[in-house]
């Protein structure tokens, strides 16, 4: 295990997606965003259960602007979770 990595993801771009995919879409660039800054595949990015009610909180119409989150690679696979969110 490594020291985890924290990051500010900002979602700015799901805004520009139909009303209805924003969540969704702000998911996927969390994964995209890790999987670029870590070098590994998008398949390999494991979100928390908490970072994903967080994101889908206000509805898929409204995901928050940006997001906090540590960063750990573990065994062969990155887990993603919320800045000060316990380990698990």
């Known amino acids: 295990m490594s020291e985890p990595?924290?990051?500010v993801v900002n979602l700015r771009r799901a805004?520009?997606?139909?009303?209805?995919k924003r969540?969704?879409?702000?998911?996927g660039l969390i994964?995209?965003?890790v999987a670029r800054h870590m070098k590994v595949d998008v398949d390999?990015?494991?979100l928390s259960e908490e970072l994903n009610e967080f994101?889908?909180?206000r509805g898929m119409e409204k995901p928050?602007?940006?997001v906090h989150i540590e960063v750990e690679r573990r065994d062969d696979a990155v887990h993603v979770r919320l800045k000060g969110e316990?380990?698990?």
């Not at 805004?15 to 209805?20: H, L």
């Open 5 to 7: 990595r924290e990051y």
């Open 44 to 46: 390999r990015v494991k």
């Open 15 to 20: 805004y520009e997606v139909s009303r209805t």
């Open 55 to 57: 994101v889908w909180s």
């Open 86 to 88: 316990q380990r698990g």
């Open 64 to 66: 928050p602007r940006r």
């Open 31 to 33: 994964r995209r965003f």
């Open 23 to 27: 969540a969704k879409y702000a998911i």
